[in-house]
Every structure is written in C-alpha cells, then in structure tokens.
DNA sequence: CCTAGACTCAAACGATTGTTTGAAACGCGA
DNA sequence: TCGCGTTTCAAACAATCGTTTGAGTCTAGG
C-alpha cells in the first residue's frame, strides 16, 4: 500500500492542498490547480485519495489528529497536576495550534482552511469533522464547566460558543492587525496567543 | 434605467444569490443556481450586473449601505447623548446587524455571507470592503480608545481584533448552539446578542 | 533476470462553468 | 397605433471542472 516514495506524491497533494484551500476555498481551488503547484500528475489525486471530496478530508485528517492528541494530552496533564484555570485549558487548546502554525512555512495555513470548514454550515464537512473530532470540544467543554460552576448550562454554552468563535478567527488569522515590520512570525503569533487566552478567559469569567 | 418590474429581476437575483453564496460560498455557488432560484433567466445576470464578482460586490453594497449607516447612527447618537460605555457601543455596533438578520426570511443568511467574506483573505473581495465600509471600524475603533484610554495602541488593536472576529464569527451563527424548539429565531438571536455584548465588553476590559 | 504490483503519465470523458449573442417580447410616450 | 429603448429568452461560446482510462515506468521479491 505504501512504499518510501510515496511520502513524495502523497504528502505534496495535501500540502499544496491544504495552501489552496486556504486561499480560495474547497470550491474555489481546482484539482489542477493543486496538482500543478504540488508537481504531480492530475490522476494522482484520484489515485491516492479516490475523490476531492476525500482529499480534503485528509487535510483535516492529517493535522487534526495530532493536534486533537496534543491538546488533550495538555488538558490531561493539567488536570492531574490539580492547576487547572481557564487561562491554563485556554492555553492547553491554543499553543498546539500555536505551534502547529509555528513548524511550518506558511504559518496559520492549516488553521484558515479549519475556518473555512466553519463555514461550510449544513454539508458532509462539519458532519466529518463533529463526529471525528467533536469528542474534543466536549472534554475542554466539561473542563470549563468544573471551572465555572456558577454559571448554569444555558449560560456555559453560550460563552464557549462565543469563546470558540473568537478562537478560530483569530487563529486563522483574518483579522486587521498587521505584522509589524522587523517583527517575527512567530512573536506575532506567541502575541496572539498571549491576547487570546487574556481576553477569552475574561469572557469567560465576566 | 429603471422601470417598476426592474424591481423584480434585479432584487430576486440579489436575494437567490445572497442565500446560495451563504450556503455553498462565492465559488461553490453557480449563476446557474443563482439564476434557477431566483426564477428569472441566466443572460439576466450578466445583463443587470455585467459579472459573478460585479453581483457578488453588489450583494454586499445593497446591506452594507444601510447597516453602515444605521450604526454609525447609533453610534453619534450615543456620544450625542454622553452615555458611551462598552456596552451601548458594542450595542450601536451589534443592534443594526442583528434588526437586519431579523426581518428577513432566512434569518442570519447575510451575516453568513460577510463571515465567507472575511476567509477571502487576499482577493478583490477583502479590498472592496476594506475601501468601502472600512471608515465604520475606524471610527468605533476611535471609539473604543475613547472608552479605554489606559491601553495603549497596540494593545487596544489586539483586542479590537479578537472582537471583531467573536462579533462575526456569532453573528454568522457557526457555533454549536442549537436554537432550542419552542424558542423562536427572533428570541434566540436577541439571547445571543445580549450574551455577545457581556462576553466582548468583559474581554475589551480585561 | 523476470515478473507482479505500485505508481505515473498523457489523453480523453461528459458535465458544468461564466459569458456572449441576436432575436423575441415588453411597455411606455408620441 | 406606431416606434423605440428596456428587458427577457433560448442557444451557443470557449474554457474549465472532477473523474476515468489504458498504456507506460519503476522497483522490490523470488
């Protein structure tokens, strides 16, 4: 099924990918666009991924699996060292995505097609993506719940629908805010970070 | 240029693409869709807008217009009156979108379509909005330094910007929270507007 | 060396894309 | 009623879409 060469061709398609999707959407990227900048044969997509709609589950699949590991891996360690805040589990979810964006060239990639996905409202996306991935959500949601036993259900979910809200645009980063001129990446995005989780827990709290 | 029925043709297709655009997104939605559901011809496009990117800017100018406007109102009338404060200008801010996603059919379908907007981070898109309806951010921002004179510019800006995406990312609705049965649309939108406000103003003052 | 399976490739499939065309239908002022 | 500008319409344009095909290349195992 899988030899030492196919790390190439495999590996390529869900990068370039993944840089497309992220700059003109599901839709918006062609599979000849993505195979022309991954320089590899249009058929291997279908070769390799059976479909486009496949191939772009593999994107999610491949970064989301190891950042859903990471983050419950944080969250886990937080718990049993008994020093659990919001701005600890706040920080236990974001600094995988952090350095998820951090490792690689082109910075928040990954984290804009994941916006993206938010947008697809009613489709086999968000379908995909909550049965695979919405255990996630559910833990670092009762986490936050032992945090806030003042606040009643109701009043819970709207803050972390609101909280997650602020996270994925933010980590995708669509907003205004500018790099600095002189200033790195990654102390533009370690800044975020810190803003993030500072705002987001004051929600929270409010 | 314009007769009675132009009403008709024009504003059907206005309204089939507005909804197509928000569900399936600017590329994934055809002008052959568009033009079926609004029931009128496919040359009617081309004919009343000249291009897919002329209706798609269209689509935004015909809300944005008066959303602009209805906020900057609010906005002047709340600094008139001498009672800025976090919240009524988030509300200035808030109440003129939340009125326009209720009095129409589809209920959030236009603020689902500015959320698409916002993923198109480089694109002809972004830069029309920006160069339109960008002087409304400025002068709320300008408000806010107002209201926050001890953050500096940098630090004010970060917070704007994780506002701003909480503000957009709700008001499109992409979070979790179902309306729940027996709640009307209208009922579940104000909830969330009241909770939006309390979350921002809390995070903004942090 | 030879063969079987994994992989790549150019070419083509029918369907769909945005846009254009020219003629038909419409509606109002003269 | 006539005529003219506005609007609608079916049809077609070339281009591009996702997918399939079948022959070709490569490489590891016997």
């Known amino acids: 099924m899988q030899q030492s060469t196919q790390f190439s061709t495999r590996q390529r398609i ?37 479909s486009k709609d496949n191939l772009i589950e593999e994107v999610f699949r491949r970064r989301l699996d190891e950042l859903s590991h990471r983050r419950l891996e944080r969250l886990a360690a937080l718990e049993a060292a008994g020093n659990a805040s919001l701005e600890t589990v706040l920080d236990a979810f974001i600094t995988p995505a952090l350095e998820l964006s951090l490792d690689r060239k082109g910075g928040s990639v990954f984290m804009r097609v994941l916006a993206r996905a938010f947008a697809e409202h009613n489709g086999n996306l968000r379908t995909f993506l909550s049965d695979n991935y919405g255990y996630v959500l559910k833990d670092f949601a009762a986490a ?63």
């Open 14 to 50: 869900l990068g370039a990918a993944e840089e497309l999707f992220a700059e003109r959407g599901f839709a918006g990227a062609s599979l000849r666009q993505v195979t022309a900048a991954a320089k590899v044969n249009l058929a291997a997509v279908n070769y390799h991924f059976g």
């Open 144 to 206: 936050f719940a032992r945090l806030l036993p003042q606040l009643d259900k109701d009043e819970l979910y709207w803050r972390l629908d609101i909280a997650v809200g602020a996270l994925t645009y933010a980590m995708a980063d669509f907003g205004m805010i500018q790099r600095r001129s002189g200033e790195s990446e990654r102390t533009h995005r370690e800044q975020m970070a810190r803003h993030l989780i500072h705002f987001t827990a004051a929600g929270l709290r409010a």
